[in-house]
Structure formats: structure tokens, C-alpha cells
């Protein structure tokens, strides 16, 4: 394993590459004592992978909200579960990000278990479409309560399909991709801004081949639009 990560560290810098974050897919809702250890421990050993790799944070879920009990109680546990990771990850230089995801994904619920985790290498990865398609909210008004705990950034474009949507190329659908650039280059985020292309879920959609190199055209004409300079679109 230490040979195949200096290695792919080495690969990584030849291309001028760099890991931004690191997608475990910890749950921190889960309530069985048993369960909720084993996806604490997989938070845990990603923090220190995104060390070893220098990467600066991983993603980690609340997710859902568990049937037959109080949707206080799984907060609190959400909320318990990122502090238990951050103070794992303290003096790593690894940040714990959950992502608006599943059950959590309205403002008023992530700045209460930001807020009551209350750790400041516990932050928000802003999943834009989950805010804006499942919970209801105008991109402003997210920024409004959760800008100052954003740290990196999945975007994604689609267009209302029966009770469902369809996931499309950049700038092709209803999400407000433009008006997002433009708030948060008017905030100064300086995170990354990550595709969140969804081929294997979605083999209905564009090849990545397309739809990538096609999302880095437009959004970097949306952030230069909004002011950012070319050189930081890069």
C-alpha cells in the first residue's frame, strides 16, 4: 500500500494534479450501535488516507432521517457523528465536509448540526442541485445561511421529467448554474467546483468524454461573467 501511494502521488504531481477531497460514504444517521461504528470507522480511515494524500478534506453523508423515531434524534446523532470526526481528524490538516445529501439537504437542518457540531475543520460540501431540486431553495437564500461554512462545491444541470428529473448537460436545464457562479465569486469562494456526473446511476446520459470538458467551458464562462479572473479559472 506505501509503495502504491507514493507512487500515485508521484503520478499525481507529474500532471500538476491534486486530490481535492475524498468521497467515503459514511453514514452518520445510522442509529444500530454496531452499524453506526463501522461507518464511523470508515470516516475515520479516510481522514487518514486524505492525509497521507495531502488532500484537504473528505465527504461525508447525514443521510437520512430514520422511520419510527424523532427527526431530532437522528440529527443529534448526525451532529455527534461529525464531531467524533473532527476531533479525529485535529492536526491532520483534514477538514470533515457533510454533504447536502438525502434527508439533509434545507438549510435550517444543516446550520443546526453545523452549528451544534461547532469544530472548525467541520464544514459543508454544497451539493447545489440537492438544494435547489429536494430542498425547495432559492441558491441565495442557501448562500445566506451556509456560505460561511462552504468548502467545496457539486454541481450538476437537469430538467423536470415526470415526479423525477433528467439529468442534462451544463447550462442545457433549470438549475440556476449561472446565478450560482455569480454568488459565490460575489462571496470569494475559493474551493473547487466539482461535476458531479452520474454515468453509472444514469446510463441514459452524455459520455464524460463530452459532458466534462463541456461543464469546464461553460461554468468557467459563468465565473469569468461573474467577474473571477481567467487565470483563477485555470
Not at 502521488?9 to 481535492?20: G, I, M, P, Y
Not at 463530452?210 to 481567467?230: C, H, M, N, T, W
Request: net charge negative.
Amino acid at each position: 500500500m506505501g509503495d502504491r501511494l507514493a507512487g500515485s502521488l508521484k503520478d499525481l504531481e507529474a500532471q500538476n494534479l491534486r486530490v481535492s477531497d475524498l468521497g467515503a460514504s459514511a453514514r452518520m444517521h445510522e442509529s444500530d450501535p454496531k452499524t453506526r461504528a463501522a461507518q464511523l470507522d470508515e470516516g475515520k480511515r479516510f481522514i487518514d488516507l486524505a492525509q497521507r494524500l495531502g488532500a484537504p478534506y473528505i465527504r461525508v453523508f447525514g443521510d437520512r432521517f430514520v422511520p419510527g423515531e424523532p427527526k431530532q434524534a437522528s440529527i443529534e446523532r448526525v451532529t455527534s457523528g461529525l464531531r467524533e470526526l473532527g476531533q479525529h481528524a485535529k492536526g491532520s490538516g483534514v477538514g470533515v465536509l457533510i454533504e447536502s445529501h438525502g434527508d439533509f439537504c434545507d438549510s435550517p437542518t444543516l446550520l443546526e448540526i453545523l452549528r451544534g457540531a461547532d469544530m472548525p475543520n467541520v464544514a459543508l460540501l454544497w451539493d447545489a442541485h440537492h438544494t435547489v431540486v429536494a430542498g425547495k431553495e432559492e441558491p441565495a437564500m442557501t448562500l445566506r445561511q451556509l456560505g460561511s461554512y462552504i468548502r467545496h462545491v457539486h454541481l450538476k444541470d437537469s430538467k423536470p421529467e415526470g415526479k423525477d428529473v433528467r439529468y442534462v448537460l451544463t447550462g442545457t436545464g433549470t438549475i440556476p448554474l449561472r446565478e450560482i457562479a455569480r454568488l459565490l465569486v460575489k462571496r470569494q469562494y475559493s474551493g473547487y467546483y466539482s461535476l458531479e456526473w452520474e454515468k453509472a446511476w444514469h446510463p441514459e446520459i452524455e459520455e464524460p468524454e463530452i459532458a466534462f470538458p463541456q461543464f469546464a467551458k461553460v461554468f468557467r464562462d459563468y465565473l469569468s461573467e461573474a467577474g473571477l479572473s481567467p487565470k483563477a479559472t485555470e
